[in-house]
């Protein structure tokens, strides 16, 4: 059975801190997301990692994949509190199956 | 357009009643998807549907019932719902091949009494 499991499940986090949110993934896949969800809201697409050793940045955000450890990371630099809500790595099964972690709830205090 | 669109919003259905989800993209893409989301988890996908036709059902109780009349239209229909069943449904679409990924739309949160 395919697990992604993500570390922490909920991170509490000074402004100006960083701190990295691990995605761990147990099947062969090289196609991975990170989305962010704030309460009540859908899905936003924050990354799309194709390959293996895939880094991408987008302000505070940085992702990066490893496919051969089956772990992607999501590292925050410099946190504010806009940042607070709920980041979930999903991995791609096939090309047509979309396979959602356990989520990682993000607070920023000041 | 780069959007799914998914209608209605908001819905409020009866134990008895039927109803059903909609979901349109006109981007192009050949798969089309329904997750649903409880709170505090994350989304669990229910079906899959490649060049129209369903390819994957994950062992979903038959009160919800998948349609897809086109390439840019799905529907989810339901039918004697059970209060547990009240969650967020997200419709997604995707190209299947390149690197563009899945969009998911707005969402439809849905509460069975």
């Known amino acids: 059975e395919l697990k992604v499991e993500q570390n922490p499940l909920f991170l509490s986090m000074q402004e100006g801190k960083n701190y990295t949110i691990y995605c761990n993934y147990s099947?062969?896949?090289?196609?991975l997301y990170w989305y962010r969800q704030d309460p009540g809201k859908s899905l936003e697409s924050l990354f799309v990692l194709l390959s293996n050793g895939a880094v991408k940045q987008e302000g505070r955000l940085m992702a990066s994949l490893d496919t051969k450890a089956r772990l992607s990371t999501l590292h925050i630099t410099a946190a504010v509190h806009d940042l607070s809500a709920t980041y979930f790595c999903?991995?791609?099964?096939?090309?047509?199956?979309?396979?959602f972690g356990t989520g990682t709830r993000l607070q920023v205090f000041p | 357009d780069t959007e799914v669109t998914q209608t209605p919003k908001h819905l409020v259905m009866g134990m008895t009643n039927k109803k059903s989800l909609k979901c349109e993209q006109h981007m192009g893409h050949r798969a089309m998807y329904w997750y649903k989301q409880k709170a505090k988890k994350p989304p669990e996908l229910m079906f899959v549907?490649?060049?129209?036709?369903?390819?994957i059902n994950e062992s979903v109780p038959s009160r919800f019932s998948p349609e897809c009349p086109n390439s840019s239209l799905l529907n989810l229909h339901l039918h004697a719902l059970q209060p547990e069943d009240s969650a967020l449904y997200l419709c997604a679409s995707s190209p299947l091949y390149g690197p563009w990924g899945y969009t998911f739309g707005s969402g439809t949160r849905l509460t069975v009494v």
């Open positions: 999903a991995v791609d099964i096939d090309t047509d199956k979309l396979i």
């Open positions: 099947t062969t896949s090289d196609r």
């Open positions: 549907y490649s060049y129209e036709k369903l390819s």
